[in-house]
Nanobody
Framework: QVQLVESGGGLVQAGGSLTLSCTAS????????IAWFRQAPGKEREFVAA????????YYADSVRGRFTISRDDAKNTVYLQMNSLKPEDTAVYFC???????????????????WGQGTQVTVSS
């Protein structure tokens, strides 16, 4: 049974930091690209960051580049999202997603990913 379980969300003041974790099971984690998406109330789900299955490449949305860092630990089947300098506009439910690599697929598109977690709430107060 495939599972992606996010943790680490919470309430933080603007300018603060949080680290999200996503732990996977039920598939060969090390062969999958992993991404974080987020969805704020009344808005569409949007791409945040992704890491290639090899760990050698990372991708970021312009809105978070320089503030967020994605990393993976294949020994623990876990991906992390270190979030610094948080802003109120970062408030959203954050989801992790896993996608098997295929030619022509985009890291930035939700439909690329096969498995999704249930999400963790991040709230940034001003």
């Amino acid at each position: 049974q495939v599972q992606l379980v996010e943790s680490g969300g919470g309430l933080v003041q603007a300018g603060g930091s949080l680290t999200l974790s996503c732990t996977a099971s039920g598939f060969t984690f090390s062969t999958y690209n992993i991404a974080w998406f987020r969805q704020a109330p009344g808005k569409e789900r949007e791409f945040v960051a992704a890491v290639k299955w090899s760990g050698r490449s990372t991708y970021y949305a312009d809105s978070v580049r320089g503030r967020f860092t994605i990393s993976r630990d294949d020994a623990k089947n876990t991906v992390y999202l270190q979030m610094n300098s948080l802003k109120p506009e970062d408030t959203a439910v954050y989801f992790c997603a896993a996608g098997f690599p295929s030619s022509g697929s985009s890291y930035y598109t939700a439909s690329t990913y096969d498995y999704w977690g249930q999400g963790t709430q991040v709230t940034v107060s001003s």
